[in-house]
């Protein structure tokens, strides 16, 4: 295979293409759509077949292999928390120590600690109620409150492993969980606060949606404790990190060091905070845990077909040599992180899925990074960042979330393109500038 530049550009925006009409079109499942990526461009610059297959094989099974326990456990996790009640008692817990006045504030941050190891969507469901039940009590606008939360979600969703867009692109880009974690936790913290603001600000004017008195008298009586329901998220956060740290000591001689090294594997670490999540409750029924387990690795299959058909997406876009390709045609030491941030946020707009968009983009930006200049381990770690800040924007109506969050709270579409969608604009660019500092730090 001895294709050009040219005949490598168009079959990879044919590609690409066909990632953005079949899933935001026709609504044809990703890992179908990308599939289908993968046999236009491989064909499209020459690959054999047999050769193309193999590639596509490959590609599928090691992005798996480092992937595939992480996302599995990662949601489990956040399926058992949801079941015994964890997320309503930090939810409470939160906004008792925030007091009412705060309520807007506190959903914000509610959704933020829920948002690390529950998916948004999933997260937005549990806790809607609550935010109905406040803006009774307090008189805060739905609007303010329903946006607020969405963005607290929102904006660790983009950001954090275990959430399957941010660690298939570390999977993908070779970047270490643990300080991932750290530095996409600060930089979401802007990112929440920036969401939170905009849902007061243009919320505010906006004529309240009539609330439904839907309360329904819940039993709390086998809510586990503030402490029980909080260690499932902060244990494997603390453990990753942790590993982290003794890893840039370069010191692993201490027997505890090394103890913590393999308590700190994100594996270790996700089925420790799923064992703690277990212990939030008594009397587990057997057809209840059978339930949930099933429930969880059936979500987890439908997200880990997406991320393989991603990686055999990049591995062939690596075999085009792509990126001696740029390299020798384009200037893209100027851009650095600017450009995975572009296209991701290009791809995120385009088809709707802040997941496909930003696997998407790590297959492309891959063969690229010395060309970027951020094939060094802040590099690539500022690189992932910057995708998270362009899989952010702009969630409109072709975004499944976007739904979630008018079903579930009542706003009209009109509301949720004013307050939501302007809201995911200045989160991605307020992610951005902050990835943008902290590459002088990390320089």
Not at 158 to 174: Q, R, W
Not at 208 to 229: N, Q, R
Not at 371 to 388: K, P, Q, Y
Request: proline fraction near 3%; charge should be positive.
């Amino acid at each position: 295979m001895n294709a050009s530049f040219l005949q490598v550009i168009l079959f990879l925006i044919a590609g690409i293409a066909i990632i953005i009409l079949l899933t935001a079109k026709y609504r044809v499942h990703a890992f179908f759509a990308l599939l289908i990526a993968c046999l236009i461009t491989g064909l499209g610059v020459g690959m054999p077949l047999p050769g193309l297959i193999n590639i596509v094989k490959d590609g599928f099974g090691n992005i798996l292999k480092s992937l595939g326990l992480i996302i599995v456990l990662g949601t489990t996790l956040g399926i058992l928390l949801e079941h015994t009640g964890s997320t309503k008692v930090m939810a409470n817990y939160i906004l008792k120590k925030a007091g009412e006045k705060n309520a807007a504030w506190a959903i914000s941050i509610t959704g933020f600690i829920v948002g690390l190891p529950v998916f948004c969507d999933s997260g937005y469901i549990v806790l809607n109620g609550l935010t109905k039940s406040l803006s009774k009590r307090t008189g805060v606008s739905i609007v303010v409150m329903s946006v607020s939360l969405a963005t607290g979600l929102y904006s660790v969703h983009c950001l954090i492993p275990p959430h399957p867009g941010a660690a298939a692109a570390a999977g993908t880009i070779g970047v270490d969980f643990g300080k991932l974690i750290l530095y996409g936790i600060i930089i979401a913290i802007p990112a929440m606060i920036i969401g939170r603001m905009w849902a007061v600000y243009a919320g505010k004017n906006i004529k309240d949606v009539e609330i439904e008195d839907d309360d329904v008298k819940e039993d709390t009586s086998s809510h586990p404790g503030t402490l029980k329901a909080f260690l499932p998220v902060i244990v494997p956060i603390l453990l990753i990190a942790a590993r982290s740290f003794f890893t840039l000591q370069n010191s692993t001689e201490n027997k505890w060091e090394q103890l913590l090294l393999s308590l700190g594997d994100p594996v270790i670490a996700l089925s420790i905070g799923v064992l703690l999540a277990f212990n939030t409750k008594k009397g587990w029924n057997k057809n209840t845990v059978s339930a949930l387990l099933r429930d969880a690795v059936e979500k987890a299959g439908g997200i880990l077909v997406i991320i393989g058909a991603g990686g055999a997406f990049g591995a062939v876009l690596a075999a085009t040599n792509m990126g001696q390709h740029f390299s020798q045609t384009f200037s893209l030491n100027t851009l650095g992180i600017l450009f995975p941030f572009l296209l991701t946020f290009i791809l995120k707009t385009a088809q709707g899925s802040s997941t496909v968009a930003i696997i998407t983009s790590s297959s492309i930006v891959l063969p690229l990074l010395p060309a970027l200049h951020l094939d060094t381990e802040n590099g690539r770690i500022l690189c992932v960042l910057s995708m998270g800040a362009g899989s952010m924007m702009i969630s409109h109506a072709n975004d499944a979330y976007f739904w979630v969050i008018s079903k579930f709270s009542g706003l009209d579409i009109k509301t949720m393109l004013r307050v939501y969608s302007i809201a995911t604009v200045w989160m991605g660019l307020t992610t951005l500038l902050m990835v943008y500092l902290l590459s002088f730090i990390l320089s």
